[in-house]
């Protein structure tokens, strides 16, 4: 029983590799589908940011056309004063001049908050630009890694899969039916020690006989709380 206990606990190791290995394959898609998202969120961010500038220079070049077309307004209306034949149409003429005038101080002061307002704008695209560049050139980077490592995870489980085939036939038949069979309805540890005269699995107190039991190495001793294989805290010596 003692030699069967040994390939168990080195079966179990077996098992809490490829339990590794299996949550590998589903953390690395994980992060790799969070870097995508992340990535895309950063991209938005930059595209919004690009957007916002180039509305703004659009805006600031349609003040400077209607700041072009009031100025030749302005000049327009100047050579009409010289044509008029009564002070009605004179004022009429001074009027339209002062409104575009009015118009034109307007529109500079507007074209020069829009020239302000791009500068700042493009500080902040070009600090989103570098950000986002940097992100995905480290995200390319670890993507590279992280693909890498999940196409050795397949081999190393293969492996692993094959080791446990070998170990499983070191250990007894009913044995090993007993393992299985506790290994498929508990998370964690099959086979555990007991600590302070308790399971380590479930800390239920263990009787000073069954631990007696256990030392004398003659048969299979179970949790009758979690139905966890137990061994002694010394592990297998006796």
């Given amino acids: 029983m003692q030699e069967s206990l040994r390939a168990l606990l080195e079966l179990q190791k077996t098992d809490q590799d490829l339990h590794e290995l299996e949550q590998y394959k589903v953390d690395i898609p ?6 995508e998202t992340v990535q895309s969120e ?16 659009k805006n600031r070049r349609q003040h400077e056309r209607d ?15 010289y044509s008029v034949k009564t002070n009605k149409e004179y004022d009429a003429l ?7 005038k009015n118009r034109i101080s307007e529109l500079e002061d507007g074209i020069l908050q829009l020239i302000d307002e791009a500068e700042t704008e493009q500080e902040t695209l070009e600090t989103i630009r570098g950000e986002t560049e940097s992100l995905i050139e480290r995200f390319g980077e670890e993507r590279t890694t992280l693909e890498s490592r999940l196409s050795a995870v ?10 446990r085939k070998r ?8 044995v090993l039916k007993v393992y299985d069979r506790i290994r498929r309805n508990l998370r964690g540890m099959t086979v555990v020690p007991i600590k302070k005269g308790a399971c380590s699995g479930c800390f239920h107190v263990i009787p000073l006989q069954v631990v007696m039991q256990i030392r ?19 592990g297998l010596e006796y």
Avoid: F, P, W
């Fill in 216 to 234: 004398q190495g003659r048969r299979l001793v179970s949790c009758e709380s979690c139905g966890r294989i137990l061994i002694t805290e010394e």
């Fill in 94 to 100: 001074q009027a339209e001049i002062q409104a575009q």
């Fill in 42 to 57: 950063a991209e938005t961010r930059l595209s919004d940011q690009e957007s916002k500038v180039e509305d703004i220079e």
């Fill in 30 to 35: 994980n992060q790799l589908e969070t870097m």
């Fill in 154 to 163: 397949d081999e190393d489980v293969a492996v692993k899969m094959d080791e």
């Fill in 67 to 81: 700041l072009q077309a009031a100025q030749e307004q302005v000049k327009k209306y100047q050579g009409q004063l």
């Fill in 167 to 174: 170990m499983a036939m070191r250990v007894e038949n009913q």
